[in-house]
């Protein structure tokens, strides 16, 4: 009975031992499932801080560089500033010397007629810059340049009589002695030379950062229409006012809507031409056979002898033929003039077969009138103008759209004439 009832109460106490193990036995299952989801979710979320993380340290670093960057291109800004305070900025006046003539009283005066030129041109525009309230950072440096033909400019004041050739070089001497920055350009005898000296001038100056103005006198003529609307189109014009003489033709500005600076009592109102020449007696031929000719030469056959004029000047052999004044016409011993005694060229020297091979030659180095114009040439191969660019197909200025031949077949393969 005893030993029955101690079986008994040790088989509820492992029953019971058994149920608590069963119970441990599932609740840790319980919590260790709870405890690997929580796990789980935690690494997700820290998988996403560190994204977070990750970007965060990237966008700092992008706006550490930026910062970087934009302190660099500050310095860079404080470095130019500081470079165009100690530099020159750049004030200039381009003159055309063929339009744009001095008085009488200045040129009479010689050297102190052109130190006075230059004085009043200095003060004319510093007082238009100080009315303008141009202020810069740096310091300005003014320079004047005047292209101008020498000896066709000489001979037409000698001509009307307003000063002596030695008036006129001691007036030159006195200008340009009056500033280091100050010059004078003697371009030589050619229809366009002052026209395409200026136009380059614009075109390269104006393009300088350190250019704050210039000044452009003999702006009127219509030579400079094309250069001035290439400024234009590239929106530098701004820089551009145009010096307007007494009497000036202003279409120039006008017509760009320029400011314009006007002077008085420098330039001469009136543009000047040469009178009319006197219309020599017909050349007598000595010694030289009819001639068999294109364009008006003696050809290779005929015999070398001196073409002789009753009144003839000789040539200065010291000289070119275009630096002559006034130089031979071209179209009066090549071919034939009709301007007669309004031809602002000579009539009147001696010219022998060399000359006149020479003369021949420089010709040809200009273009035909009517072929420019896009018209039919009435001399045909007489004409001793060029109808065919000296450069040809490959020419240099044709790319860059400056040459003179600018007619339509003038650039083919160059004929025989």
């Given at each position: 009975m005893a030993t029955s009832s101690v079986t008994e109460v040790n088989q509820q106490l492992w029953d019971e031992s058994l149920a608590r193990l069963l119970n441990l036995s599932s609740a840790t299952l319980k919590r260790n499932t709870e405890l690997e989801s929580r796990v789980t979710e935690l690494e997700v979320e820290l998988a996403v801080w560190k994204q977070a993380h990750a970007t965060a340290l990237e966008g700092a670093d992008r706006e550490a560089k930026a910062l970087k960057g934009r302190l660099a291109a500050m310095n860079n800004q404080f470095t130019s500033m500081e470079s165009l305070m100690n530099q020159s900025l750049l004030v200039l006046c381009v003159v055309d010397g063929d339009s744009c003539i001095f008085t009488e009283s200045l040129l009479r005066q010689g050297h102190d007629g052109g130190r006075q030129a230059a004085q009043q041109l200095t003060k004319v525009v510093a007082e238009y810059l100080t009315s303008e309230n141009v202020h810069t950072l740096g310091h300005l440096s003014f320079w004047i340049t005047i292209y101008y033909n020498r000896l066709g400019l000489i001979g037409v004041l000698e001509r009307h009589k307003l000063c002596t050739p030695e008036q006129f070089e001691a007036f030159v001497m006195g200008f340009s002695q009056t500033s280091p920055r100050f010059s004078l350009v003697d371009v030589g005898y050619s229809k366009d030379a002052t026209f395409s000296k200026i136009a380059e001038y614009l075109q390269t100056y104006i393009r300088f950062p350190q250019t704050q103005r210039?000044?452009?006198a003999g702006g009127g003529d219509n030579g400079y229409v094309s250069t001035i609307a290439a400024l234009q189109n590239e929106g530098l014009f701004g820089k551009l006012t145009i010096l307007e003489k007494s009497g000036g033709d202003q279409s120039l500005s006008r017509r760009f809507r320029l400011s314009t600076l006007s002077v008085d009592n420098l330039f001469m109102s009136r543009r000047l031409t040469p009178p009319p020449l006197i219309t020599p007696p017909p050349l007598n031929?000595?010694?030289?056979?009819?001639?068999?000719?294109?364009?008006g030469l003696p050809t290779p056959?005929?015999?070398?002898?001196?073409?002789?004029?009753?009144?003839?000047?000789l040539i200065d052999p010291t000289l070119p033929l275009h630096k002559h004044c006034p130089p031979p016409c071209?179209?009066?011993?090549?071919?034939?003039?009709?301007?007669?005694?309004t031809c602002k060229y000579s009539h009147e020297y001696v010219l022998t077969p060399e000359q006149l091979a020479t003369l021949a030659a420089n010709a040809k180095k200009a273009p035909c009138n009517f072929l420019k114009n896009g018209l039919q040439c009435p001399y045909g191969e007489r004409c001793c103008w060029g109808h065919i660019c000296p450069n040809g197909p490959k020419c240099f200025h044709l790319s860059k759209g400056k040459c003179w031949f600018k007619g339509e077949s003038m650039h083919n393969t160059p004929s025989p004439y």
């Open positions: 210039i000044f452009l031929l000595i010694g030289l056979s009819p001639l068999n000719s294109s364009g056959h005929s015999p070398p002898g001196p073409l002789v004029s009753a009144n003839g000047k071209n179209e009066f011993y090549l071919m034939s003039c009709t301007k007669g005694s």
